[in-house]
């Protein structure tokens, strides 16, 4: 469970606790069952994180809407989006293991997630990781609901895959960029778990 839990969920369930007071029990219903769902969501179960040294996790838990050639920086690589669900887990880990190179935090628009100009217009920190094998990129981009990116880690650090990395409030989108050697081992509308799913691999002459 992540810390933030507490901060939004208590109030809720002690609100609805004081309407059963007077009896208003619908109220009271409503407020609990809203408490209870801020819990849900965020939840942060253990993951089981690949060992193979070329694997690329997801990032995030949830669905690949896109799987794109795009530019960045003026290098050609593979961009891949996935889309959180409100119900989702949200708690974000990297998708590889080595220095956090840059955090870049950029504010933006709150576009839904699902839309493509999402990963260029909306909020989101842009987190940059170097290793042996290259660089690679992914984006906590905020939603129309989600208005809050989080990233728990900080430039020079050094993380492990699957490690956590941040989170992102109430629904939203993460977007990986991995140079074109990278092999992409997803498709379209694949559910992904964070930590877990394989979500590249790199060119194993790497």
Same mark, same amino acid.
């Given at each position: 469970?992540?810390?933030d839990?507490?901060?939004? #969920?208590?109030?809720?369930?002690?609100a609805?606790? /004081?309407?059963?007071? @007077? %009896?208003?029990?619908?109220? &009271?219903?409503?407020?609990?069952?809203?408490?209870?769902f801020?819990?849900?969501f965020?939840?942060?179960?253990?993951?089981e994180?690949?060992?193979?040294?070329?694997?690329?996790?997801?990032?995030?838990?949830g669905?690949?809407?896109?799987?794109?050639?795009?530019?960045?920086d003026?290098?050609?690589?593979?961009?891949?989006?996935?889309?959180?669900?409100?119900?989702?887990?949200?708690?974000?880990? #990297?998708?590889?293991?080595?220095?956090?190179?840059? /955090?870049?935090?950029? @504010? %933006?628009?709150?576009?839904? &997630?699902?839309?493509?100009?999402?990963?260029?217009?909306?909020?989101?920190n842009?987190?940059?990781?170097?290793?042996?094998?290259?660089?690679?990129?992914?984006?906590?981009?905020?939603?129309?609901?989600?208005?809050?990116?989080?990233?728990?880690?900080?430039?020079?650090?050094i993380?492990?895959r699957?490690?956590?990395?941040?989170?992102?409030?109430?629904?939203?989108?993460?977007?990986?960029?991995?140079?074109?050697?990278?092999?992409?081992?997803?498709?379209?509308?694949?559910?992904?778990?964070?930590?877990?799913?394989?979500?590249?691999?790199?060119?194993?002459?790497?």
């Amino acid at each position: 469970m992540v810390r933030d839990a507490y901060k939004f #969920a208590l109030p809720p369930l002690i609100a609805g606790g /004081v309407c059963l007071i @007077p %009896g208003w029990r619908v109220l &009271a219903a409503i407020l609990i069952f809203l408490g209870l769902f801020v819990f849900y969501f965020f939840r942060d179960p253990q993951r089981e994180i690949p060992s193979d040294h070329n694997a690329v996790v997801s990032p995030a838990d949830g669905h690949v809407v896109q799987i794109v050639d795009e530019l960045l920086d003026g290098v050609m690589g593979h961009r891949i989006s996935i889309f959180l669900a409100i119900w989702d887990v949200h708690v974000q880990r #990297a998708p590889v293991s080595g220095r956090i190179a840059s /955090v870049v935090y950029k @504010p %933006g628009k709150f576009y839904a &997630a699902m839309r493509s100009a999402a990963s260029v217009e909306n909020e989101q920190n842009i987190i940059t990781v170097a290793t042996p094998a290259g660089g690679l990129v992914f984006k906590q981009i905020a939603g129309a609901i989600a208005r809050r990116v989080i990233c728990w880690k900080s430039e020079g650090e050094i993380v492990s895959r699957g490690e956590r990395v941040g989170l992102i409030r109430f629904g939203s989108r993460v977007d990986v960029w991995l140079p074109m050697e990278a092999q992409v081992a997803v498709r379209l509308k694949q559910k992904v778990k964070g930590g877990e799913s394989l979500l590249a691999k790199w060119n194993s002459t790497t």
